[in-house]
């Protein structure tokens, strides 16, 4: 962050403040907590507090007491518990304390919540002044976007920097993809964008639900394994579905079950 904008923020900012305005002053000006934004732009802060976003740019504030419909809102942004833990680490540490971890998580899958059809979307960010583009999916627009919008090892995220833009708008392309569905329609789109001249932001390799998720697979195949170990009578593919979904569900996105039930 320059002097200027230290001793001068709000002055050096004299239109009115929007969402996306707030949002690239941030990133502009590496402006890394609450108290920061608040100093160098107190009416930057005012208006980011009432529209809602202090938590998305700036993680969970340090609350002595969080209520159980303020806890299960972070929750709701995450797909396990241990993203949960990560991203909000008070108000999930409070959720246990009270008791409520389970009831604000049920949504989630403790593996991972892949399996289940018409869950998924395929969405693009579109670098048109530059022609370049990110494909993706996801079975939670609204993280993702935040992920890309906040996190600084995100490709993304690192080619806006670079190239000195905002992020673009998150277009939704398809919705309602069983996983198999999106991971074809997410390759398919990533051939029609690259086909069609634009550069591509993210790596082929990359794509799919599992990507270059290597710790997924390490976690999958230890839980898959445990299973059948204290399982020793499933010897099939079902019966692996009806002792543990999350299991099953790991094996048929790892493409393992015809390995571990071979006909």
Not at 39 to 49: E, Q
Not at 129 to 152: C, F, I, P, W
Request: proline share 3%; hydrophobic share 35%.
């Amino acid at each position: 962050m320059g002097i200027l904008d230290e001793l001068f923020g709000d002055c050096l900012h004299p239109e009115p403040w929007t969402e996306e305005s707030i949002r690239q002053y941030v990133i502009d000006n590496n402006i890394t907590s609450r108290g920061e934004l608040e100093k160098v732009s107190p009416k930057g802060y005012k208006k980011a507090r009432e529209i809602g976003i202090l938590d998305e740019l700036f993680g969970e504030p340090l609350h002595k007491y969080w209520s159980k419909e303020e806890c299960a809102q972070l929750a709701q942004l995450c797909f396990n518990k241990r993203q949960f833990q990560q991203l909000y680490k008070n108000a999930y540490g409070y959720a246990v304390k009270k008791g409520w971890i389970d009831e604000i998580c049920q949504h989630m899958n403790e593996l991972i919540d892949f399996a289940r059809p018409g869950k998924y979307l395929i969405y693009v960010y579109e670098d048109t002044q530059n022609h370049y583009a990110y494909v993706g999916l996801t079975n939670n627009a609204k993280r993702r976007d935040r992920e890309h919008l906040m996190s600084n090892k995100d490709s993304l995220y690192k080619h806006c920097k670079k190239f000195d833009i905002a992020v673009p708008e998150m277009k939704i392309i398809k919705t309602d993809l069983s996983a198999s569905q999106a991971s074809d329609a997410e390759k398919r789109i990533y051939e029609d964008y690259y086909n069609s001249g634009w550069h591509m932001i993210n790596t082929k390799k990359n794509l799919g639900l599992l990507g270059g998720n290597q710790r997924f697979r390490k976690d999958a195949t230890k839980e898959i394994n445990k299973i059948l170990e204290e399982h020793p009578e499933i010897t099939s593919s079902e019966e692996l579905k009806m002792i543990s979904q999350e299991a099953y569900s790991a094996a048929w996105l790892l493409n393992i079950l015809d390995d571990i039930f071979p006909v």
